[in-house]
């Protein structure tokens, strides 16, 4: 069965400081892997999607950026975080050339000062 | 105007209630529409998965999707506690376009 990690769970960063975020899949090959930001009370927000190795299409322009190094590895990364990029930031998966069934990762909360 | 308006709520029920969630959406050129419940600090896992019009059972759960009117629904019968959590509604065309949301409390 198919399983998707994300980490660090919780995140407490300084304005101005770097981000990584990564996020793996198991059990599937070749996935369109997403990165979604969640704000409180508010809906999904995607930031970026890859359908295959080094593939990234951004969805809002920002200062976060991802990049997919391996075939079932995400990262989302930032070099300066500003205290608007603070959310729950959700990785998901689906199969290739499948874009409605999602399955989401537990997420990371990043809050930052 | 929004692609997907969901009512955020909150929407309280008493135990064994019928609750109707609901979505319209804009473009009729959507087939593809999805249910999502997310737990409290947690992500969204998918519930309900439909295509086109029409409706779809799974247990306790109804989705209905009327492309006429543009609008999808969620009926949940005999309504558990462990139903509480957020509902997000999602429609694909290119990509998945979510709802705000619902926030759903079940009281025993």
């Known amino acids: 069965s198919q399983t998707i990690h994300q980490w660090p769970a919780t995140l407490v960063q300084p304005v101005g400081s770097p981000l990584s975020l990564e996020c793996t899949v198991e059990?599937?090959?070749?996935?369109?892997l997403y990165w979604y930001r969640q704000a409180a009370g508010r809906g999904l927000q995607l930031l970026f999607y890859s359908v295959g190795i080094g593939q990234i299409s951004s969805e809002v322009p920002q200062n976060l950026s991802a990049s997919r190094p391996q075939d079932r590895q995400f990262i989302l990364s930032s070099k300066k975080l500003l205290l608007s990029d603070s959310g729950f930031y959700l990785c998901?998966?689906?199969?290739?050339?499948?874009?409605?069934?999602?399955?989401f990762g537990p997420g990371t909360r990043l809050t930052v000062l | 105007q929004k692609e997907v308006e969901q009512d955020p709520g909150p929407l309280s029920v008493p135990e064994g209630a019928i609750v109707s969630l609901n979505c319209t959406y804009s473009?009729?050129?959507?087939?593809?529409f999805m249910w999502y419940r997310q737990y409290s600090r947690k992500g969204p896992e998918l519930l309900m998965y439909?295509?086109?019009?029409g409706n779809k059972e799974d247990g306790r759960f109804t989705a209905q999707v009327d492309k006429s009117s543009k609008y999808i629904s969620l009926f949940i019968r005999d309504s558990q506690p462990s139903d509480s959590a957020t509902y997000l509604c999602?429609?694909?065309?290119?990509?998945?376009?979510f709802g705000q949301g619902t926030e759903l409390s079940v009281k025993p």
């Open positions: 473009n009729s050129a959507f087939q593809y």
């Open positions: 999602a429609t694909a065309g290119g990509k998945l376009i």
């Open positions: 059990g599937t090959s070749n996935p369109n």
């Open positions: 998901a998966w689906s199969s290739a050339g499948v874009v409605g069934e999602q399955f």
């Open positions: 439909t295509y086109s019009s």
